[in-house]
């Protein structure tokens, strides 16, 4: 990619050996002196030392530095670097935007440097596929055939295929989550499938499904039928709850197009007809909403609809779910809202930490919203421009991590 800051074209060959040819010190002037110098401090230095300094270097140019000597190169890929660094780095989220609804290409922006860098996501080879994101790992699955499921590290570029999660074979909606322990390092993936019942327009069928990575199998606790309700693409897990969006078909006079059911994830037991026993409304009359991690605790941001148009967006709000009851957060100000261009009913928004992106589908522009601070503020502006006039734009974030292995 033509002008961003990149590593992954930074791929050294270490099929020979490193030599080093020096004179002694006293027969060096004081200019050559100062040049060896520095590469002989480099060659005393014990490997302890040298990866502390290391560590303090963001991730990117951890990439650069493996690519000075054979040396180097092997300290950064250890595994003991790669969890030692990870006390001292920073996991501020960054956030990857696809340029191309055909190609996986794209860059991640990072925003402790503020900067764009281009990089190449492992195993994904199109952008239109369902993503997930937990500390460090991001799960997807391809929009086609819906069969190809991998957990990868979008850093390290490790990756790893699941097996074909069990149920409908072709299901009319896909929910993926995953959710990763950050004591243990293991992780959870969960897939929830809706196909509408043939010749029952008021009927669907909706399951659950559990992948355990220490068995390597797939689970179904819960199957059920929900009536005038779909599942969607939306869901998210916190804390061991399981949570995803349901819309109204518009059949049985719904208040709100949206709706939210939780399952407990460690309950593990199979059950039927209990989905709607869990059912939460949404906050007001939405157009799309999109659910989000934050420190464990459920965050939904929503586009708000009009009172007389519930399709036609008036504004973004950002809510945290207390037990049944949503807590309002802030609300997009008019500035940023009215800085977008022309807003479409949905958009693409993830979060985690303390940081969540929003952006719109028809154009590269990147808000974040410290959840902390209470600020908004725009991205540095992704070095990508739009071609053409349907050509869309979508992303997720993650966190930036060397540790994590899928």
């Not at 002037?29 to 005393?44: A, H, R």
């Not at 409908?168 to 950050?182: C, E, G, Q, W």
């Amino acid at each position: 990619m033509k002008g961003e800051t990149s590593w992954v074209s930074h791929r050294p060959d270490y099929s020979a050996t490193d030599t080093f040819e020096s004179d002694s010190y006293s027969e060096l002037n004081d200019e050559d002196n100062k040049e060896v110098s520095s590469v002989l401090l480099d060659l005393i230095l014990a490997d302890d030392i040298l990866e502390r300094i290391l560590a303090c270097l963001p991730i990117a140019s951890l990439f650069r530095a493996g690519c000075v000597c054979k040396r180097w190169h092997e300290i950064v890929k250890s595994g003991r670097f790669l969890w030692n660094s990870s006390k001292s780095l920073s996991h501020k989220p960054w956030y990857f935007m696809f340029t191309s609804l055909k190609e996986p290409v794209g860059y991640a922006y990072d925003p402790t440097f503020r900067k764009w860098y281009g990089i190449e996501l492992p195993c994904i080879w199109t952008s239109s596929c369902f993503i997930s994101s937990s500390c460090g790992l991001f799960c997807f699955m391809d929009n086609d055939s819906r069969t190809e499921l991998y957990v990868c590290n979008p850093i390290t570029k490790c990756c790893k295929n699941l097996e074909e999660p069990p149920g409908f074979k072709f299901s009319d909606y896909n929910a993926l989550a995953i959710t990763v322990n950050r004591k243990t390092r293991r992780y959870i993936v969960t897939v929830v499938k809706s196909k509408h019942i043939p010749g029952n327009f008021f009927q669907w069928d909706i399951s659950i499904h559990i992948y355990d990575p220490g068995t390597m199998t797939w689970m179904t606790p819960l199957t059920d039928v929900l009536a005038g309700w779909r599942g969607g693409a939306e869901s998210v897990i916190c804390d061991g709850i399981l949570y995803f969006m349901i819309y109204s078909t518009g059949i049985g006079g719904s208040e709100n197009r949206h709706g939210l059911i939780t399952y407990d994830l460690s309950s593990r037991s199979s059950s039927n007809g209990l989905l709607m026993r869990s059912f939460i409304p949404v906050p007001c009359s939405l157009t799309c909403g999109r659910l989000m991690n934050l420190k464990e605790k459920l965050v939904m941001v929503g586009g708000i609809g009009k009172r007389d148009r519930p399709d036609i967006i008036r504004g973004i709000g950002i809510w945290t779910l207390n037990g049944t009851e949503w807590q309002h957060i802030s609300r997009m100000p008019n500035k940023y809202f009215q800085g977008f261009g022309e807003f479409d009913d949905v958009f693409a928004s993830s979060g985690t930490d303390n940081f969540i992106y929003i952006q719109i589908y028809g154009a590269p522009a990147l808000l974040v919203f410290d959840v902390e601070q209470k600020k908004w503020r725009w991205c540095h502006k992704c070095p990508v421009t739009k071609r053409f006039p349907l050509q869309l734009f979508t992303g997720f974030c993650f966190e930036p991590r060397l540790e994590m292995v899928p």
